[in-house]
């Protein structure tokens, strides 16, 4: 599958146009893992979303500084993870850990992001607006799965 036609799968960018995702692909840097390698760390400083072209990843979660790292999900051909860097770069939610040998990533930072969005406000737009969509999805389920376990 062509670059290009995996990035149109993914929710973040749904109405970009194809000029407007060459543009995001142009932006992006490729980045190789093998098995084991550690992509980011949890609060380490966030400074690029990522887009896994090959491969996959674990997405790893301590609690507490002291509590043990637990599996959370894996992720893989045509996901995304780190997008919360393009809105306010702070630190990361998660490790991330390359659990499949040669994971191939795409990724952006957000100052090369920043600089695209002021020549084509509308690519920041859609994306923010995507990502809104799905932050409120995923506190409206949070919410509801809340309430369920206080009744």
């Known amino acids: 599958?062509?670059?290009?036609?995996?990035?149109k799968t993914v929710g973040l960018f749904s109405g970009l146009s194809e000029e407007q995702l060459q543009r995001l692909i142009a932006i992006s840097q490729e980045e190789i893992f093998n098995e084991g390698d550690i992509i980011c760390e949890q609060g380490a400083e966030g400074d690029k979303?990522?887009?896994?072209?090959?491969?996959?990843v674990e997405i790893r979660i301590r609690k507490t500084p002291q509590s043990p790292e637990r599996s959370q999900v894996y992720l893989g051909r045509g996901q995304i993870f780190g997008e919360m860097a393009l809105l306010d770069l702070g630190k990361r939610s998660a490790t991330v850990r390359c659990s499949r040998g040669h994971t191939v990533l795409r990724s952006i930072t957000g100052d090369a992001f920043t600089e695209l969005c002021s020549t084509?406000?509308?690519i920041g737009y859609i994306i923010m607006r995507n990502m809104a969509i799905d932050?409120?999805?995923k506190l409206r389920h949070r919410?509801?799965?809340?309430g369920?376990?206080?009744q």
Request: no cysteine.
């Open 49 to 56: 979303l990522y887009f896994i072209s090959e491969g996959q």
């Open 135 to 137: 932050m409120s999805f």
């Open 120 to 122: 084509d406000t509308a």
């Open 148 to 150: 369920a376990g206080s």
């Open 143 to 146: 919410n509801l799965d809340l």
């Open 1 to 7: 599958m062509v670059l290009l036609d995996l990035w």
